[in-house]
T-cell receptor
Framework: EDKVVQSPLSLVVHEGDTVTLNCSYEVTNFRSLLWYKQEKKAPTFLFML????IEKKSGRLSSILDKKELFSILNITATQTGDSAIYLC???????????FGKGTKLSVIP | DVKVTQSSRYLVKRTGEKVFLECVQD?????MFWYRQDPGLGLRLIYF???????EKGDIPEGYSVSREKKERFSLILESASTNQTSMYLC?????????????FGSGTQLSVL
């Protein structure tokens, strides 16, 4: 059974802090790992990672994949209150169509 | 931008009622999905469809059915709603591709069954 595990499940930081969110996976025929941000209702896409060691970056957010150790991290530098959200990690499993999601990390950034 | 629209943001229904949740996407995507999201459990796949009139069970299909009569529309049906189906329901769509699994989500429907 495919498995995606995120840690921590929740995190409270102060504005300006740097945070690292973790995602480990056990997925048959691994192809990619995706990160989403869910602020209110709809998760929005952040990154898709397919190659080990190549960092994807968007502003203060960055992510990297380690295919040998089967994990990915999402870094957020200089956090802002607008970064408060649930961050979801997911990977397609043996089937072509569906994503297996982790339970998410709830990040709260306080002023 | 891809738009996935769910017909209701909030719904309150009574136990035993038949409930329809509607989802429409405007980007001609082949794949459509229904997830439910519960605190501590994350997103769990209920059903998905990879073509018109085609459907596949996800991880938790019990108590649900789906309908896909047109490519852009995917409906989730609760034949007889129960209190344990109180949840956030998220619809999503994606292109058919073995190399592109990016999902686009709707804004969700918070369903309360009393």
């Amino acid at each position: 059974e495919d498995k995606v595990v995120q840690s921590p499940l929740s995190l409270v930081v102060h504005e300006g802090d740097t945070v690292t969110l973790n995602c480990s996976y056990e997925v048959t025929n691994f192809r990619s790992l995706l990160w989403y941000k869910q602020e209110k209702k709809a998760p929005t896409f952040l990154f898709m990672l397919t190659s080990s060691g190549i960092e994807k970056k968007s502003g203060r957010l960055s992510s990297i994949l380690d295919k040998k150790e089967l994990f990915s991290i999402l870094n957020i530098t200089a956090t802002q209150t607008g970064d408060s959200a649930i961050y979801l990690c997911a990977s397609p499993g043996a089937g072509s169509y569906q994503l297996t999601f982790g339970k998410g990390t709830k990040l709260s950034v306080i002023p | 931008d891809v738009k996935v629209t769910q017909s209701s943001r909030y719904l309150v229904k009574r136990t035993g009622e038949k409930v329809f949740l509607e989802c429409v996407q405007d980007m001609d995507h082949e794949n459509m999905f229904w997830y439910r999201q519960d605190p501590g459990l994350g997103l769990r796949l209920i059903y998905f469809s990879y073509d018109v009139k085609m459907k596949e069970k996800g991880d938790i299909p019990e108590g649900y059915s789906v309908s896909r009569e047109k490519k852009e529309r995917f409906s989730l049906i609760l034949e007889s709603a129960s209190t344990n189906q109180t949840s956030m329901y998220l619809c999503a769509s994606s292109l058919w591709s073995g190399t592109n699994e990016k999902l686009f989500f709707g804004s969700g429907t918070q369903l309360s069954v009393l």
